[in-house]
């Protein structure tokens, strides 16, 4: 008897039916002295639903949209299993909700819907997910909503400026490499003296008294001072994580160098799991 695709076991979203489903894998798979892995899961999965009912109701309303990406044959996979197994420990481990909707996200448009899920290091993914502070999350999710566009809607303007003759490469070429050529932090400290500081002609539009009132002006200083400490307590903690890397740049002739951070491959395809998640307050 083959193994069916979840869906069709039952449609009621129940703790028992995931359960129900790794007694049929169990009990279908050719290689018993693997199926420790099942027994750990169906712990998981006990103590995930005990804890957090709606929330597991939830995740399998999702789980079962994603269901036809699920090939029939990686239901019974070891590979699947075992997926199964550190996602539900993990959602188990994790406290915060927002944390937990994040390791969702990962499992479902990550895991599940890749073609090289082999590739994909689930482990480090959700030890990063864990491990990073709201605060950075919710920075993460800003850089994405925010920055990442202005920084396109930049590199799209510098690549319009560029001479097409003889030239080899196409418009998305040259706009790939300009976005890989400019650190992100530098759109990010543009960001803040555009929104802080003083001398900003946003600033001044927004605060139009601004320059006759100096009370005003260094409580608007104190401000951008504020927000660039927040910024590097970030990024410390993004490049801990791995999600950052750091740059060192060559300030020329008669200057010194400095430290600018990018965005590491690991980190491009981390925010994609930020980018759809919700922060707002609980």
Not at 32 to 55: G, R, T
Not at 160 to 176: G, I, T, Y
Request: aromatic share 12%.
């Amino acid at each position: 008897m083959k193994n069916k695709p979840i869906k069709q076991i039952s449609k009621s979203v129940v703790k028992n039916t995931i359960l129900n489903i790794l007694d049929s894998i169990f009990i279908l798979s050719v290689h018993p002295y693997l199926n420790s892995s099942i027994i750990v899961c169906k712990v998981a999965v006990e103590s995930f639903f005990d804890l957090y009912p709606n929330e597991g109701q939830e995740f399998w309303e999702l789980l079962e949209q994603y269901t036809p990406k699920i090939k029939e044959k990686l239901l019974s996979s070891q590979e699947f299993r075992q997926s199964l197994t550190i996602t539900f420990e993990t959602l188990f481990r994790t406290r915060e909700k927002k944390k937990r909707d994040l390791i969702k996200q990962i499992y479902l448009n990550g895991y599940i819907s890749a073609e090289d899920r082999q590739n994909m290091n689930l482990e480090r993914f959700y030890r990063v997910a864990q491990e990073i502070s709201l605060e950075a999350l919710e920075y993460l999710k800003f850089i994405v909503d925010e920055i990442i566009p202005k920084k396109e809607k930049w590199a799209r303007e510098e690549v319009a400026k560029m001479n097409r003759e003889n030239r080899e490469k196409d418009d998305e070429w040259w706009f790939k490499r300009t976005m890989e050529g400019k650190p992100d932090s530098e759109i990010i400290t543009q960001w803040i003296y555009e929104e802080y500081n003083p001398k900003s002609q946003i600033v001044k539009n927004r605060i139009p008294n601004l320059d006759d009132d100096k009370a005003l002006k260094a409580k608007q200083w104190e401000e951008e001072t504020k927000k660039y400490k927040q910024y590097n307590e970030i990024a410390s903690e993004l490049v801990a994580l791995g999600i950052f890397r750091t740059i060192v740049k060559d300030g020329g002739m008669g200057s010194g160098a400095s430290k600018a951070e990018s965005f590491t491959e690991f980190g491009l395809r981390f925010i994609d799991f930020v980018r759809s998640l919700s922060l707002e307050k609980d």
